[in-house]
């Protein structure tokens, strides 16, 4: 069998079957997309302007036919309340529009008018007190709320045959919007603060853990940034957060060309190890809560020694409870690495009932160390069938039913 050959190369047959298939689907696009077609891609045969000819050349490039091509993003009532005809208040068609300006997802429409001829000016949707569209805040504020970027924007913009924005322009509300949010945010913190206190008579107690955008292996914690927060165990909601963060882009980005770095708002806060982050992160706010009047009295978070360690320094009065899903997590751990010496761990149902188990007793008994160790001393029993001990225990259920119950 020959080998393809395709412009003066040897290519493989399946980058030639892609390549192909690539071609069918770019002839496609260009029949939904048509606004991807200029007026220069025009063959110089096919014009029917002869030479001489007087013309109308508009030294405006907003008035042209790209205004019929692809979709857009409008606001029907605030679009139907402006077409009408400044001079004469006449209403105008849609159909009449010699032009269009765009402004990111926002549109300015050129229509005349006509009985008058007087060319009016039609927005597509709202404007702010700055004279920005108000459509294109709110497209970087769904950006920020999906998790996604510029470039995932104009890539599901362009699926629906909508022309996209310049990337500058989403970088620059996503900037806007985010100081606010970052506002809103403290504003709320401090309102439930507030709401903690007095559900809780004075004495606070917060949940605390912090998270990292890149996952730790075990032993290698190289993650550039992090976040915590803390939750009121009365009210649910956030009470404080924090964040860390190593790596600024515009810093490395002049840097990198051995540049000096201009004055920006840099990220960089933390100049630590990434494990690190974790306690400084707790110390922070629970110092923020004591300012703002909130102490902090009991503190639910995981078993990190050294979290504990910095706030013992500074609040040797504050007691540290462990979190129960970190205490759910640590045990079932502990078991499954047991099973790889004891066979019996081995069957899917026994190494979940044992949690199960545990944190019944855990649950029902954390008021009391003593009871809890009962509890464990009952839990074994319970285990293997004797029943005992269990009457006080009312997640036991032997004494409902002792001939239909079962174990797991």
């Not at 892609?18 to 991807?36: A, F, K, P, Q, V």
């Not at 039609?122 to 998790?147: D, P, Q």
């Not at 980005?253 to 707790?282: F, L």
């Not at 026994?350 to 839990?379: H, T």
């Amino acid at each position: 069998m020959g080998r393809i050959r395709r412009g003066g190369k040897f290519i493989k047959k399946d980058k030639l079957k892609r390549s192909l298939r690539m071609n069918n689907l770019n002839s496609l696009s260009r029949e939904d997309h048509t606004y991807i077609l200029t007026n220069n891609s025009q063959d110089v045969s096919f014009c029917e302007l002869d030479v001489g000819q007087s013309v109308s050349v508009h030294s405006d490039p907003s008035f042209d036919e790209t205004w019929k091509e692809g979709r857009r993003l409008v606001e029907l009532l605030h679009l139907a309340q402006n077409l009408f005809c400044k001079m004469c208040n006449c209403p105008l068609q849609l159909i009449d529009t010699v032009g269009e300006r765009k402004y990111g997802l926002g549109s300015i429409l050129f229509i005349p008018c006509s009985s008058c001829s007087a060319c009016n000016s039609v927005e597509t949707g709202k404007r702010s007190e700055t004279g920005a569209f108000v459509v294109n805040s709110k497209v970087a504020l769904g950006m920020i709320h999906a998790g996604i970027g510029a470039t995932h924007v104009n890539n599901f913009l362009g699926a629906l045959n909508v022309p996209p924005v310049n990337s500058s322009t989403i970088k620059k509300k996503e900037k806007e919007i985010g100081k606010k949010i970052f506002e809103v945010a403290r504003e709320s913190c401090q309102s439930n603060q507030k709401k903690e206190q007095l559900m809780s008579n004075g004495k606070v107690e917060a949940s605390f853990d912090a998270g990292w955008q890149k996952r730790g292996t075990g032993w290698n914690y190289d993650s550039n940034t992090g976040h915590a927060s803390m939750i009121g165990t009365m009210t649910g909601k956030v009470i404080d957060f924090s964040h860390r963060s190593r790596n600024c882009k515009v810093c490395e980005y002049h840097m990198g060309r051995k540049e000096t770095v201009p004055s920006h708002d840099c990220s960089i806060n933390w100049q630590g190890t990434s494990k690190g982050m974790e306690p400084d992160m707790a110390l922070e706010m629970t110092h923020n809560l004591k300012d703002n009047g909130c102490p902090i009295h009991v503190l639910h978070a995981d078993n990190d020694s050294t979290t504990t360690a910095r706030l013992k320094v500074d609040f040797k009065e504050l007691q540290k409870k462990d979190d129960q899903n970190h205490i759910k997590k640590g045990f079932s751990k502990k078991l499954y690495d047991l099973s790889k010496t004891f066979k019996e761990l081995k069957h899917p149902e026994v190494i979940p009932y044992l949690v199960r188990c545990f944190m019944y007793a855990i649950k029902e008994n954390n008021d009391s160390s003593e009871n809890i160790q009962g509890a464990f001393r009952r839990l074994v029993q319970h285990i293997f069938g004797d029943h005992t001990l269990c009457t006080d225990a009312e997640w036991c259920t032997y004494k409902n039913d002792p001939e239909k119950f079962r174990y797991m």
